[in-house]
């Protein structure tokens, strides 16, 4: 197989040459903006929703991507093609740029941009067909009025703190609350849960936009399954007939044991497994055209 070429500000490296200055404030501070997006079957997924978000992020921490929405769509795509893809993992970045040892950002004149692609397949294997079990952590989200969950930032520690916690009481997945005692999301999807026939899902001032939960909300929208935006506590969690998490790389999964609860039956439940089928129909089936048709 030949190396993997990255997207480096305009030109196409291989992969053991790809390499950041240790001066890039994406490095010294976590000071960047990212995105998660997949290609399925020759189409990327929510492009443009992916891209408008990394632009949003980016605006949210007074960054200017020297580039244009379009350029940043022509240079995804590119990446795929030169790598010939057709099923990725697609990992945009921009980096601050390269400064000097003090913080202040106007001492970073080029913002550093970047696109990784490259094959993953399902993130959690067998665990779609068995389910994952999650471990609420006592790290509390990022308070949306200090650091904002909406800000897909280059400073992951948040949730990094979380996944060591659920690691070391051996969960599969972390779930985060707020420090009012809202449930706020995974450590790197969004969650729903069913009670009852209804689906229920936490407003997004404690968690990521995500968008795969916005595609979950259209798509139960279209089954005419009730779905309600509203704060959820730990009481909710524990007592769900059913749990999934959504993310673009987690795409819709099943969460079965909470803390050492089972969530209904301890199995995948019918609404789980018509929102997976579904996410799957959709993601073969739409998006973006990598190759011409
Ligand atoms: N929350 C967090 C913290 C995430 O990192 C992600 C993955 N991007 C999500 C939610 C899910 O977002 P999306 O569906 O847009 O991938």
Redesign the pocket.
Known sequence: MSELLIYCNGEYVHKSKASVSVFDHGFLYGDGVFE?IRAYNGRVFKLKE?LD?LYDSAKAIALDIPMSKEEMSEAVLETLRKNDLRDAYIRPLVTRGVGDLGLDPRKCPKPGVFIIAQYWGAMYGDLYETGLTGVTVSVRRNAADALS?NI?SLNYLN?ILAKIEANAKGGDEAIFFDSNGYLS??????IFIIKNGKVYTPPTIN??K????ATAIELLEEMNIPISVENLGMFDLYTADEIFV????AEAAPLVKVDGRAIGNGKPGPVTKKMIKAFEVITQNTGTPIYKE
């Open positions: 998660g992916h978000r969950p897909k949730n999301e995974g450590s790197g999807d969004n968690n990521l995500g968008i795969t939960r959504t993310g673009t790389a």
